[in-house]
């Protein structure tokens, strides 16, 4: 009796002991192929980092203390998260982005009395291309202790031929081609406050600086804006049309009506937070 409970008690130390040496030696091969890729990319002078781990039990790589470093600007990031990397889905996370937004005197964040400025990126999407289309899951662009950008959408007319076109990125008459084969048939642009709207209320420059914004914004956004100000919450954005409607054509209209989102029929709404 006692024999059968030693070795129920041992097959599970012995799991784990098993997982421990998977672990080490997925992390090891991993670096060295992380490392082969960077080098075959030619951007192994551009990023570096740490070390990488990985999990088991989710099936996630992290790179730690991953550096950044493009035409003499460097951007350090506390660790970078793959949940999914595959031909044609990619999720990833980037935590605690240094580098990315100024700091100095002149600045916004300066003026909300942000001793630092840190950033966490979100994205989550996938294509298929038997239907001719990329789904963007979330975009998140999160500035912490101050504000979320979210944006989600679904575009269709990705084909092979599109995707051959970006890689050739250097041909900019090739590239003018995507905004007229790519459309869109959703897309959900939300910001949430996560503290900002409390510093602005504290700081009479910051109050000057939004409301110089609210002036040049669409009239159908400053009703949403002026409750973001007073309340927090979430506004969200929702461009929904009939038909998919051409990239080009949006970005045309962006630039050249007086109203934009009145033009292209964006629902705007705002939601006080919970």
């Known amino acids: 009796?006692?024999?059968?409970?030693?070795?129920?008690?041992?097959?599970?130390?012995?799991?784990?002991?098993?997982?421990?040496?998977?672990?080490?030696?997925?992390?090891?091969?991993?670096?060295?192929?992380?490392?082969?890729?960077?080098?075959?990319?030619g951007l192994d002078d551009v990023v570096s980092y740490s070390d990488v781990s990985y999990s088991p039990f989710t099936g996630t790589w992290t790179l730690h203390n991953v550096t950044l470093t493009l035409q003499g600007e460097t951007?350090?990031?506390?660790?970078?998260?793959?949940?999914?990397?595959?031909?044609?889905?990619?999720?990833?996370?980037?935590?605690?982005?240094?580098?990315?937004?100024?700091?100095?005197?002149?600045?916004?964040?300066?003026?909300?009395?942000?001793?630092?400025?840190?950033?966490?990126?979100?994205?989550?999407?996938?294509?298929?291309?038997?239907?001719e289309e990329a789904i963007l899951d979330h975009l998140s662009y999160s500035i912490r202790d101050a504000l979320e950008l979210k944006l989600s959408g679904r575009f269709l007319g990705i084909t092979e031929e599109v995707l051959n076109i970006l890689k050739e990125e250097k041909n900019p008459e090739n590239l003018a081609q995507i905004f007229y084969l790519i459309k869109v048939s959703q897309a959900v642009l939300?910001?949430?406050?996560?503290?900002?709207?409390?510093?602005?209320?504290?700081?009479?420059?910051?109050?000057?600086?939004?409301?110089?914004?609210?002036?040049?914004?669409?009239?159908?956004?400053?009703?949403a804006f002026n409750k973001f100000l007073e309340e927090g919450g979430k506004i969200t954005l929702t461009f929904n049309p009939e038909r998919p409607v051409r990239l080009g054509q949006i970005v045309f209209v962006l630039m050249t009506a007086e109203d934009p989102l009145r033009a292209l029929d964006v629902e705007i709404s705002h939601e006080r937070s919970p």
């Open 1 to 41: 009796m006692k024999r059968k409970v030693l070795i129920l008690l041992l097959i599970p130390l012995l799991v784990l002991f098993a997982l421990g040496i998977f672990q080490i030696y997925t992390e090891r091969k991993a670096k060295k192929e992380i490392d082969t890729f960077l080098k075959d990319q």
């Open 75 to 131: 951007v350090k990031i506390d660790k970078v998260i793959l949940h999914e990397v595959s031909d044609y889905s990619l999720h990833v996370t980037a935590e605690g982005i240094r580098g990315l937004i100024p700091e100095g005197k002149d600045t916004l964040w300066h003026q909300l009395h942000y001793d630092e400025v840190l950033v966490d990126l979100d994205f989550k999407g996938s294509l298929n291309l038997e239907k």
């Open 190 to 223: 939300s910001v949430r406050d996560l503290g900002i709207v409390r510093r602005i209320e504290t700081s009479e420059e910051a109050k000057k600086s939004f409301q110089e914004l609210e002036a040049k914004l669409p009239e159908d956004l400053k009703e």
